[in-house]
């Protein structure tokens, strides 16, 4: 997967978050004012009223929140825990007010902790729902009187309901994982050759469009262009098995061979590519001696061998021109060499 996709989904998750918890702001307070509204002698009706008026007024003021800096910097989490507990203390004054333990509004706490599993780890879900339970409790102690059996039962539900909420957030957690293991796993396959770990066609291509793109036009970009020499005569002496160890010990080399910002790439059955940003005619040629060299010590099984061709061109190039300047010189130092065994290399400036 790559980097933008994987930071975008924390982003996303949080967006979202955002939104059910700015609905519930304004929904809960809608209930309180319809309640409100069906029995307005109940006790202080009046200040529970304006206090869902200030929830509604304030709740605004979370979109001004620096949400993509929180979440870069793994600090979002807090954020929402506040506002959680927040909405706990809300609940429990209203609680208070509407006449203790025995108020309706204590119902308010169960969508809290629901909220709060939809968005923590278990931990984190757990301590929402024990402050729910821990402001509920001083209210039914300190609070009006209230029917000590409904404050006893509506207590356990509320334990009961933090257990069910930490074991729902395991499980999400646990989905939300495999599934993004399952969708890591499918870009790469997707991205990248699956015999040699290299990027594949589509994807090195691509690469290379985006760097001719955004690099500035004085910064050097160098293509690679390596083939195996007579790789058929491989598979024929020694097998498929053979070449495909073959494949995977070059594409380990030329990925080794990476710096950041390069990107080493199949693009043929048994013919490679390798892009090099920031990279000179002198420093690209250096780095085919390298290959050149280790190749020739019997990197390679069978004692295979490679030619390669090389491209110099400023960015903005277009890929396919600078790639096939680079397989163009191959093919040329493969002819005059007079051999398709021959391990050599050429130079070619990209055609303006």
């Known amino acids: 997967m790559t980097c933008e996709t994987r930071a975008a989904r924390p982003h996303e998750f949080w967006r979202r978050h955002r939104r059910s918890g700015l609905v519930l702001s304004y929904a809960l307070p809608a209930a309180v004012a319809l309640r409100t509204a069906i029995r307005p002698e109940a006790p202080h009706a009046g200040t529970v009223l304006m206090l869902a008026a200030a929830v509604v007024v304030l709740t605004p003021l979370l979109l001004l929140v620096p949400l993509d ?94 257990a069910v909420g930490a074991i729902a957030s395991q499980n999400y957690l646990s989905l939300n994982r495999r599934i993004s293991e399952v969708a890591e796993v499918a870009t790469m396959l997707s991205e990248h050759d699956g015999l040699t770990g290299c990027l594949n066609h ?76 920031g990279t000179d005619e002198r420093a690209a040629r250096q780095t085919v001696d390298r290959l050149l060299s280790r190749i020739s010590a019997g990197l390679l099984p069978h004692g295979a061998t490679v030619t390669i061709g090389a491209a110099t061109a400023p960015s903005g190039t277009p890929a396919q021109r600078l790639v096939a300047d680079a397989d163009a010189a191959l093919y040329a130092t493969r002819r005059a060499a007079r051999g398709p065994s021959a391990m050599r290399e050429a130079r070619s400036p990209a055609r303006p």
Do not use: Q
Request: charged residues 20%; proline residues 4%; aromatic residues 8%.
């Open 69 to 162: 800096r929180l979440v870069a910097n793994d600090r979002v989490r807090w954020l929402f825990f506040g506002w959680d507990l927040a909405g706990i203390i809300v609940v429990t004054v209203a609680v208070w007010l509407d006449g203790g333990a025995d108020s309706s509004y204590r119902l308010l706490l169960f969508v809290v902790i629901a909220h709060a599993a939809l968005a923590f780890p278990p931990g984190g879900t757990a301590g929402v729902g024990l402050a729910a339970v821990l402001a509920y409790g001083i209210v039914g102690v300190l609070g009006p009187p209230a029917d000590l059996a409904d404050s006893v039962l509506a207590t356990v539900a509320l334990v009961m309901t933090t």
């Open 202 to 277: 589509r994807t090195f291509y691509d690469r290379v469009t985006r760097a001719t793109r955004e690099n500035a036009p004085e910064v050097p970009l160098s293509v690679l262009v390596l083939d195996v020499d007579d790789f058929k005569s491989v598979n024929d002496e020694h097998g498929h098995p053979a070449g495909d160890e073959l494949l995977v010990r070059l594409g380990d080399e030329l990925r080794s061979a990476c710096r950041a910002g390069d990107a080493a790439g199949r693009i043929g059955g048994d013919e490679f590519a390798i892009l090099l940003v």
